[in-house]
């Protein structure tokens, strides 16, 4: 192993590791600029390249933990907002029908589109959001994001963990592998609900408002950033 890679693999063998993990993963839900997954690949491909530390499974219980905390608290954020999006975003005909049309999709797909969202950068922010705004069951989103989050942080630390070990002795490559393989990941999830939404709106005959919330052509709650 390089030289210069050994004050990294210090920084990844101490606690410092899952708290980075953890905090990543809490503010990602909030601010979706954060590479949440980044440090749980990482992090997975140390674990490889030093036999046992970090520990995979505190790795795993770090991030999930946080990406629940996250999800949760941009679900409060999009409560405290609720007054303000019911007087200036959803006022009107037209914000009635955008509140609806999200009050309905959760209701008949939340689970999906919570866990779903969890794995796309700023899908997991607005449908956090708008479940807060539509008050979204609690009990519910919170079961979901535990699911989600638990499914994620195994999804980030294992994908690390696969690259460190195809690419054993070279931990830049394996980090580069598992983030490659996460960004093709991503984008297969994001054209498959565009696909699945655009065939929706066919089998209704045309453009009827009726998306899904995120949904980029017709969100008018929050938007869906990829």
């Known amino acids: 192993m390089d030289a210069w890679f050994d004050p990294i693999m210090s920084f990844a063998d101490s606690p410092w590791a899952y708290l980075i993990v953890f905090l990543t993963a809490l503010l990602d839900a909030m601010l979706p600029i954060l590479p949440s997954e980044s440090s749980l690949i990482a992090c997975g491909v140390f674990a490889t390249v030093s036999g046992f530390s970090p520990n995979l499974f505190l790795l795993i219980l770090a991030g999930a933990l946080g990406a629940f905390l996250g999800d949760n608290i941009t679900y409060a954020i999009g409560r405290w907002a609720e007054p303000f999006a019911n007087r200036h975003m959803l006022s009107g005909e037209r914000g009635r029908r955008a509140r609806e049309r999200a009050e309905r999709w959760l209701a008949d797909h939340g689970g999906v589109m919570i866990i779903a969202g969890r794995y796309i950068p700023g899908g ?6 708008v479940a807060g705004m539509v008050e979204y069951p609690i009990a519910r989103f919170r079961a979901f994001t535990a ?3 638990l499914t994620w942080a195994m999804y980030g630390v294992l994908l690390g963990f696969w690259g460190g070990s195809v690419f054993e ?56 950033a990829t």
């Open 124 to 129: 997991r922010t607005a449908i956090s959001l």
């Open 147 to 149: 699911v989600a989050g």
């Open 169 to 224: 002795g070279s931990p830049i490559k394996g980090i580069g592998a598992g983030l490659a393989t996460a960004a093709v990941i991503t984008v297969l999830i994001e054209v498959t609900r565009r696909v699945l939404a655009a065939r929706r709106r066919r089998g209704r005959g045309g453009d009827d408002g009726d998306g899904p919330p995120g949904d980029a052509e017709h969100e008018e709650v929050a938007p869906h």
